[in-house]
Structure formats: structure tokens, C-alpha cells
């Protein structure tokens, strides 16, 4: 296994999503070689985590890039310009929807703010954001067993929490939610040991 992420992917759950495909690579581009802080995967695998869960329960492919593309606006230099200019105004839309303001300096206010543009969109932004909370509630359980802050941890879950009751309210019955939920209730429920403890 290589240090250095690849610059192309070929996973095959985006085989027949050629707007996919394009996000993939844009990603893998812009994403470079940052790294994910709770395991140090390639940052990129979170993002393909989410759209990968959205191909999976059959949403339509620009839908699925949007998901590929949700951080770039965040972590990245890249802007909404430049996506809808690549990838159309859906796409571009739904990133900007799920993306925190970097001009509001408050953490919580800002994942309020983006809470609040989920609600009053609804439709796929709503999916996108349910779909990156269930890999964040995984990517916080891998923090917690590594020994992370206990008071970043519990403020990042009651945050997904908030988002859950949120998304409850305006994506009722999604099975994305059933997962959401349930990566939750573990948490709370069945908590991971910190390495070295209970091994």
C-alpha cells in the first residue's frame, strides 16, 4: 500500500455514472494528499464513502457526484463557479447547500447554518447530508477508540444527533436514516473501548 493517494480510482460503483466518474477525478485531484484525521486514510475515501452509499440506494448520478464533490468547497480551493461551470448547476447547488460559510467563525453556528439550508431544501441535499452524517458517526467511533478529545467527541454526537432529529422531520422513512439511527444508538448504547483497553 502506497503512501501517496492515486489520481484515478477505479471503484466499481461509479462504472455507469459517467458525472460520477468526472467527480471522482476531479476529487482525487483537488484532495491531494490530505488525510483524514481519525484513521489517516486519503481524505478523498469519506467522500466516496457517502456517494458510494448513495448509489447504493439508488439515487440518480448527479446526485451521487455531489456527494463525491461535498467537501471540495470546504477543504479545498475549489469553488461553486468552477463546479457548475464542469458539472452543471445541480451539482454545484447541492455542494453549496451541504458546504459551511468559512466567513462565520463560530463552529456550532456554522453546522447550524448548513443544518438550517438542509431543512428549507429538503429533496437531495437532504440525502447528501444524512448520507455524510452516517460516515462521520462511523469516523467518530474510530476517533473515540483512538483516544480522541472527549469533549470534541460528545459535541460532534450531539451534533449528529440534532441532524438526525432534523432529517427525521423532512426525509421521513429513508433508510438512510434507519443507518444514521443506528450508528448512533451504538454509539451511545455500545461505545468503543479506547485502544489498549478491553483488547
Not at 44 to 61: I, N
Not at 89 to 98: D, N, W, Y
Not at 132 to 147: M, Y
Amino acid at each position: 500500500m502506497g503512501e501517496t493517494p492515486p489520481r484515478e480510482a477505479s471503484l466499481s460503483f461509479f462504472d455507469h455514472l459517467p458525472t460520477t466518474q468526472d467527480a471522482v477525478t476531479f476529487a482525487l485531484e483537488h484532495h491531494g494528499d490530505q488525510r483524514r484525521a481519525a484513521d489517516g486514510a486519503p481524505f478523498v475515501l469519506h467522500p466516496l464513502e457517502v456517494a458510494a452509499m448513495l448509489q447504493r440506494f439508488g439515487y440518480p448520478d448527479h446526485v451521487v457526484a455531489a456527494a463525491v464533490l461535498h467537501d471540495v468547497i470546504e477543504d479545498t480551493d475549489a469553488d461553486r463557479t468552477e463546479l457548475e461551470a464542469r458539472f452543471g448547476p445541480e451539482v454545484g447547488e447541492l455542494v453549496a447547500l451541504v458546504s459551511d460559510d468559512d466567513s462565520v467563525e463560530d463552529e456550532e453556528e456554522r453546522k447550524d447554518r448548513v443544518r438550517e439550508r438542509v431543512r428549507e431544501a429538503g429533496d437531495y441535499a437532504a440525502v447528501v447530508y444524512a448520507a455524510d452524517k452516517v460516515s462521520k458517526a462511523r469516523e467518530l467511533r474510530t476517533l473515540i477508540a483512538r483516544g480522541g478529545d472527549q469533549d470534541e467527541a460528545n459535541a460532534k454526537f450531539e451534533r449528529y444527533r440534532r441532524s438526525l432529529e432534523m432529517l427525521e422531520e423532512i426525509i421521513p422513512g429513508s433508510q438512510l436514516l434507519e443507518v444514521l439511527r443506528f450508528e448512533l444508538e451504538a454509539l451511545e448504547k455500545l461505545p468503543p473501548a479506547e485502544a489498549g483497553h478491553g483488547s
